[in-house]
């Protein structure tokens, strides 16, 4: 059983930083890839960023491209998302999420992670 918690949310002006957390349980054997989503008020969710956590390489939404980065702790279990340069259209619930090796999609399609946290809460303001 795998168990993840988000910390890090909060309120910022544009052009601040806020750097996300995801804390993960110790079951993790059989997890392959960890993607941060977001979701706003009405709109779908919106996978941010990726990363695979046996070798590393990582996957960004043009949106967030040279703003945001992804990186992981194997040791302490952690899974981070650091964001820079914020802007409003930022705003939105972030999500940590989890899944095994699957066969065909795309990492940004939320229906093939069986595992997400709670979210916490990120709010840019001008």
């Known amino acids: 059983q795998v168990q993840l918690v988000e910390s890090g949310g909060g309120s910022v002006q544009a052009g601040g930083s806020l750097r996300l957390s995801c804390a993960a349980s110790?079951?993790?054997?059989?997890?392959?890839?960890m993607a941060w989503f977001r979701q706003a008020p009405g709109k779908e969710r919106e996978g941010v960023a990726g990363i695979y956590t046996r070798g590393g390489r990582t996957n960004y939404a043009d949106s967030v491209k040279g703003r945001f980065t992804i990186s992981q702790d194997s040791a302490k279990n952690t899974l981070a998302l650091q964001m820079d340069s914020l802007k409003p259209e930022d705003t939105a619930m972030y999500y940590c999420?989890?899944?095994?090796?699957?066969?065909?999609?795309?990492?940004?399609?939320?229906?093939?992670?069986?595992?997400w946290g709670q979210g916490t809460q990120v709010t840019v303001s001008t």
């Open positions: 110790a079951n993790t054997y059989d997890i392959y890839f």
């Open positions: 999420a989890a899944r095994p090796v699957i066969s065909g999609g795309y990492w940004y399609q939320s229906h093939q992670y069986p595992y």
